[in-house]
């Protein structure tokens, strides 16, 4: 899946609309300290799920909201767009019958967070998932951070694992392991319910 638009609005320093179009390749993000280069990358990492304030160098997911400066004041929300090809059709099936895929995440003030797929309401999960699948999620290793080179390196072998099974595009099967296992356990508690009530009934 090839990334081809990211749209920010109200997302930390970039309050107004802004677009930036993704050509194919490797693409770099070049500009004068503080101007706002690691607030894409988190954007991005925003709008495909990305669930830890801390690793948006933030105390709460609020945080990614314009928090206003002495002369324009802060916003109520905040809202990234990432437009994906799929021309090559690699997204889940859930997904997979669209040519081209929105993916947008807002934040308001008290309200959280709400993601949408070509306009149609999404869980979160499902989000990841989409991501997770194609080995680009939010702690895709595609996205290299100030400073995870040496992580990685100094990384125990366990989360090392963690960082490989996300480059090979398998760490969506851990979400799905998870959901299968809460449905697995839900089902298990209405059988002992249900013989609990053949029981009184016999
Ligand atoms: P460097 O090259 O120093 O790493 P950078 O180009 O990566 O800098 P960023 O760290 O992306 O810059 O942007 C920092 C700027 O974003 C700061 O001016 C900071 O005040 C602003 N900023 C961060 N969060 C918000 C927010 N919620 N509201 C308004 N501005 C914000």
């Not at 160098?57 to 400066?69: C, H, K, L, Q």
């Not at 999620?137 to 595609?142: E, L, V």
């Given at each position: 899946m090839q990334f081809t638009r990211l749209r920010l609005s109200g997302f930390k320093s970039f309050v107004d609309p802004t677009e930036l179009v993704i050509e194919k390749g490797l693409t770099g993000v070049v500009g004068p300290?503080?101007?706002?280069k690691s607030n894409l990358l988190e954007a991005l990492r925003w709008v495909m799920g990305e669930t830890s304030p801390k690793s948006m160098?933030?105390?709460?997911?609020?945080?990614?909201?314009?928090?206003?400066?002495d002369s324009r004041n802060a916003r109520h929300f905040a809202e990234v767009t990432l437009t994906i090809d799929n021309g090559a059709r690699r997204a889940p099936a859930a997904f997979n019958e669209f040519e081209l895929l929105e993916i947008s995440r807002r934040i308001q003030r008290e309200a959280g967070s709400t993601y949408r797929v070509n306009g149609k309401e999404t869980r979160a999960r499902d989000v990841q998932i989409l991501f997770a699948d194609t080995g680009t999620?939010?702690?895709?290793?595609?996205l290299v951070r100030q400073g995870q080179i040496g992580q990685l390196i100094n990384a125990k072998p366990k989360a090392r694992r963690l960082i490989l099974e996300e480059a090979a595009g398998i760490a969506g099967l851990h979400s799905r392991r998870h959901e299968a296992e809460l449905r697995l356990r839900a089902a298990e508690q209405n059988l002992t319910r249900l013989e609990d009530v053949i029981g009184t009934l016999e």
């Open positions: 300290n503080g101007c706002g160098r933030g105390t709460g997911m609020e945080d990614v909201i314009f928090a206003g400066t999620g939010a702690n895709s290793p595609a």
